[in-house]
Protein backbone atom coordinates (compact mmCIF):
# COMPACT_ATOMS: atom_id res chain seq x y z
CA UNK A 1 0.00 0.00 0.00
CA UNK A 2 1.30 3.54 -0.83
CA UNK A 3 0.97 5.47 2.52
CA UNK A 4 3.34 8.76 1.23
CA UNK A 5 3.80 10.34 -1.89
CA UNK A 6 6.55 13.07 -1.79
CA UNK A 7 8.51 15.30 -4.58
CA UNK A 8 10.53 18.09 -4.81
CA UNK A 9 10.16 20.67 -7.93
CA UNK A 10 7.87 18.80 -9.85
CA UNK A 11 6.02 19.96 -12.44
CA UNK A 12 3.80 22.36 -10.52
CA UNK A 13 4.73 21.43 -7.02
CA UNK A 14 7.85 23.18 -5.04
CA UNK A 15 7.54 20.12 -2.58
CA UNK A 16 4.63 17.96 -2.41
CA UNK A 17 4.92 15.52 0.91
CA UNK A 18 1.10 14.05 1.37
CA UNK A 19 0.81 11.07 4.22
CA UNK A 20 -1.82 8.97 2.34
CA UNK A 21 -4.35 5.96 4.32
CA UNK A 22 -5.93 2.87 3.00
CA UNK A 23 -8.95 5.14 0.95
CA UNK A 24 -8.23 8.65 0.41
CA UNK A 25 -10.06 11.05 -2.20
CA UNK A 26 -7.88 13.99 -4.26
CA UNK A 27 -10.64 16.45 -5.09
CA UNK A 28 -10.28 19.79 -7.51
CA UNK A 29 -12.69 22.67 -8.08
CA UNK A 30 -14.55 21.92 -11.07
CA UNK A 31 -14.27 24.00 -13.61
CA UNK A 32 -10.92 24.56 -12.81
CA UNK A 33 -9.75 20.55 -11.87
CA UNK A 34 -7.25 20.39 -14.62
CA UNK A 35 -5.58 23.21 -12.56
CA UNK A 36 -6.04 21.63 -9.41
CA UNK A 37 -2.56 19.39 -9.46
CA UNK A 38 -4.32 16.10 -8.89
CA UNK A 39 -3.46 14.91 -12.13
CA UNK A 40 0.19 15.58 -11.30
CA UNK A 41 -0.29 13.84 -8.04
CA UNK A 42 -1.84 10.90 -9.43
CA UNK A 43 0.23 10.12 -12.95
CA UNK A 44 3.36 8.83 -11.88
CA UNK A 45 1.35 6.36 -9.66
CA UNK A 46 -0.02 4.20 -12.62
CA UNK A 47 0.61 2.84 -16.29
CA UNK A 48 -0.53 5.43 -18.92
CA UNK A 49 -3.56 3.34 -19.75
CA UNK A 50 -4.29 2.92 -16.05
CA UNK A 51 -4.80 7.07 -15.82
CA UNK A 52 -6.56 7.51 -18.82
CA UNK A 53 -9.27 5.26 -18.13
CA UNK A 54 -9.42 6.62 -14.34
CA UNK A 55 -9.45 10.34 -15.95
CA UNK A 56 -11.94 9.34 -18.73
CA UNK A 57 -14.00 8.05 -15.83
CA UNK A 58 -13.43 10.86 -13.56
CA UNK A 59 -14.62 13.18 -16.39
CA UNK A 60 -17.72 10.89 -17.18
CA UNK A 61 -18.37 11.34 -13.65
CA UNK A 62 -18.57 14.91 -13.94
CA UNK A 63 -20.59 15.19 -16.79
CA UNK A 64 -23.26 13.00 -15.45
CA UNK A 65 -23.31 15.38 -12.72
CA UNK A 66 -23.87 18.23 -14.52
CA UNK A 67 -26.68 16.44 -16.61
CA UNK A 68 -28.22 15.46 -13.82
CA UNK A 69 -28.09 19.36 -12.10
CA UNK A 70 -29.58 20.23 -15.68
CA UNK A 71 -32.30 17.90 -15.41
CA UNK A 72 -33.03 19.07 -12.23
CA UNK A 73 -33.38 22.27 -13.04
CA UNK A 74 -35.56 21.59 -15.90
CA UNK A 75 -38.10 19.78 -13.81
CA UNK A 76 -38.18 22.55 -11.33
CA UNK A 77 -38.96 24.81 -14.06
CA UNK A 78 -41.28 22.32 -15.65
CA UNK A 79 -43.08 21.97 -11.71
CA UNK A 80 -43.09 26.37 -11.40
CA UNK A 81 -44.87 26.89 -14.64
CA UNK A 82 -47.20 23.85 -14.08
CA UNK A 83 -48.42 25.57 -10.56
CA UNK A 84 -48.65 28.81 -12.13
CA UNK A 85 -50.65 27.52 -14.45
CA UNK A 86 -53.02 25.61 -12.36
CA UNK A 87 -53.03 28.79 -10.27
CA UNK A 88 -53.74 31.52 -13.01
CA UNK A 89 -56.73 29.38 -13.86
Same mark, same amino acid.
Not at 2 to 23: H, T, V
Not at 48 to 66: C, H, M, P, S
Given at each position: ?23 ? /? ?11 GISTVLM????? #? ?11 ? /? #? ?14 ? /? ?7 VGN
Open positions: MISRIEAYRYRCFQKLNLEIGQFH /VFAGSIPHFDEAPLFDE #DTFNQIAKDVLWA /V #DARDRALANEQIAKKL /VEEAIDNM
